[in-house]
């Protein structure tokens, strides 16, 4: 069905490829590619061709964060200032974040800076769930000060030599220029194609859907933590909110049916983890099922991605 849609011409004008691999049961079920790399590139997309993961990237981090935690290098608890100095001038709730808020997005700190939401706290951390990509940038800070490692290097060791994700990478390789997907915008726009130089623990991760669904059975069957951190990890920490939640709108209703953990969106009531990974020209989402051992993850070279997942 997924191949008779995407090969209808009003579709593939704005979903060029797709790329989905599947676990079942804890095991792979399929990897699964179509279409091209790009609207104006002709070459079909295979289950190597990269594509930007986006916030896929955090789950990642957080993963990276909990064993260095249980490393006893990382305190979950302790003022990201204490370890790494300041990171938002002047403000002194910003003091008070931990690695704890950053992984719940308690934060304070907004998701995106810019000029209508600049860098600083906009509740007191802890106080409730803000979606919050910029901590993450101060996270990074703290990981790399206390492991004397760059986070490529951490993400390389303990992410992608660990699971065997050899198609992955924080930072641009020249292996990917081979096979690598370019984005496209809702309207039809490319984005031009990025080459990230320096790791960024919110958003620079380039992958394959076959990788990433390693990653995922790692997820799984909770290898790389201990039971108890493994379980903290999954455990709702922090219940989210109804609508798309920003710092600028701050009476948004709970949403009782989706809660945040260290580093992953939960569903309880289904047992499931999720995440999904917004860049320009491109969208990603992974869910997994701890007690079925079932997981999916999407990759798409287009901001329209994600609109077939409902023919699915």
Not at 19 to 31: N, Q, V
Not at 42 to 64: C, G, N, Q, Y
Not at 68 to 80: F, I, K, T, V
Not at 93 to 103: D, E, P, Q
């Amino acid at each position: 069905m997924l191949e008779e849609i995407l090969r209808n011409p009003r579709v593939q004008a704005t979903i060029p490829g797709l790329s989905i691999a599947t676990l079942k049961s804890g095991e792979f079920a399929c990897a699964y590619a179509i279409g091209t790399r790009s609207a104006h590139d002709s070459t079909a997309v295979d289950t190597h061709t990269v594509f930007e993961a986006a916030s896929l990237t955090k789950p990642l981090v957080s993963f990276i964060a909990l064993q260095l935690a249980e490393e006893g290098l990382l305190d979950l608890n302790q003022p990201l200032h204490e370890i790494c100095g300041d990171y938002v001038t002047g403000d002194v709730r910003a003091k008070a974040i931990t690695t704890t808020h950053v992984l719940t997005h308690t934060s304070g700190l907004p998701n995106i800076v810019g000029p209508q939401t600049p860098l600083k706290t906009y509740f007191a951390p802890g106080e409730r769930y803000n979606y919050g990509s910029s901590a993450f940038g101060w996270l990074q800070r703290a990981i790399e000060r206390l492991s004397a490692s760059s986070l490529e290097e951490l993400a390389r060791i303990r992410v992608f030599q660990a699971f065997g994700m050899a198609d992955s990478s924080l930072e641009w390789q020249e292996r990917f220029e081979s096979n690598h997907a370019q984005g496209q915008e809702m309207d039809g726009r490319l984005v031009s194609k990025r080459r990230v130089a320096s790791a960024a623990a919110s958003w620079s991760l380039v992958t394959t859907a076959t990788d990433y669904a390693h990653f995922l059975q790692a997820v799984l069957r909770a290898e790389g933590l201990s039971p108890d951190m493994h379980t903290r990890w999954l455990t709702p920490a922090v219940t989210t909110r109804v609508g798309v939640d920003d710092v600028l709108n701050q009476n948004a209703a709970e949403d009782k049916e989706v809660a945040w953990g260290l580093g992953w969106g939960l569903e309880p009531s289904q047992n499931c983890f999720f995440h999904w990974g917004n860049n320009p020209g491109f969208r990603a989402f992974v869910m997994g099922n701890v007690q079925t051992q079932n997981a999916v993850v999407w990759f798409a070279n287009s901001a329209r991605g994600l609109r077939l997942a409902r023919y699915v």
